[in-house]
């Protein structure tokens, strides 16, 4: 069955520094999707991606965060400048078309920031 | 704006028990409705789901009704096992170009031999 991976599975990184977090969504899906899982806590969106822009933000995506396509099969999240407070589990997730609601989720990145 | 309240955990209960997890939601317009279960140190999987009102969505033993009336969609399950112990979260989406997924706050539940 396809799956939705991620990598690294954990990461850990420096206040300060710029991490890309990666996903292979599933091959034939449209929507892409990044949410964030704060230890304890709710699972939260982050970002949606349709046709190469992005579709919906959440007011947490600000302007240190960034997404791309690079390539007709990654996914990827960048945090430019890492805070101690971005450390989370972050979920990547896709979708296949208008119609279809469910989102197939990957494994998550565990981003620990020290 | 859209939103999921769900019943604040720890739930324990002894093997075989009966479940019940409240989930009520508030949304514009019809959403479809999820339960997403979280085993530890696992991310997410979809446990089951409703995309109408009156819908039952069923899964492993677990079921949930869609109730427009009272907004609700509440996880039962007859008997719980040792390996039902995880987090369990109520969630929604609604229909939009980008459809993003509004979870609850989560129940962690677990379950004693």
């Known amino acids: 069955e396809p799956e939705v991976t991620q990598t690294p599975s954990h990461q850990v990184t420096q206040m300060g520094q710029e991490v890309i977090l990666r996903c292979v969504p599933i091959s034939n899906h449209l929507y892409f999707y990044w949410y964030r899982q704060i230890l304890g806590q709710k699972v939260e969106f982050l970002v949606s991606?349709?046709?190469?822009?992005?579709?919906?933000k959440s007011e947490i995506f600000d302007d240190q965060f960034s997404v791309e396509r690079p390539d007709g099969s990654n996914f990827t999240l960048k945090i430019r400048s890492t805070k101690l407070e971005d450390s989370a589990m972050y979920f990547c997730?896709?979708?296949?078309?208008?119609?279809?609601?469910?989102?197939?989720f990957g494994p998550g990145t565990r981003l620990t920031v020290t | 704006g859209d939103s999921v309240t769900q019943m604040e955990g720890p739930v324990t209960l002894s093997e075989e028990a009966f479940l019940t997890i409240n989930c009520t939601y508030t949304?514009?317009?019809?959403?479809?409705l999820f339960w997403y279960v979280q085993y530890p140190g696992e991310g997410l999987q979809l446990l089951l789901k409703?995309?109408?009102?009156?819908d039952k969505g069923s899964n492993k033993g677990f079921e949930a009704t869609y109730r427009k009336e009272t907004t609700s969609f509440h996880l039962e399950k007859g008997s719980v096992q040792v390996s039902d112990s995880a987090v369990y979260f109520c969630a929604l989406t609604t229909y939009s170009s980008a459809s993003k997924i509004i979870f609850g706050s989560g129940t962690r539940l677990s379950i004693r031999p």
């Open positions: 997730a896709s979708r296949e078309l208008v119609s279809s609601y469910e989102q197939y």
């Open positions: 949304a514009t317009g019809y959403p479809s």
């Open positions: 409703a995309t109408k009102a009156d």
């Open positions: 991606f349709y046709n190469n822009e992005i579709s919906e």
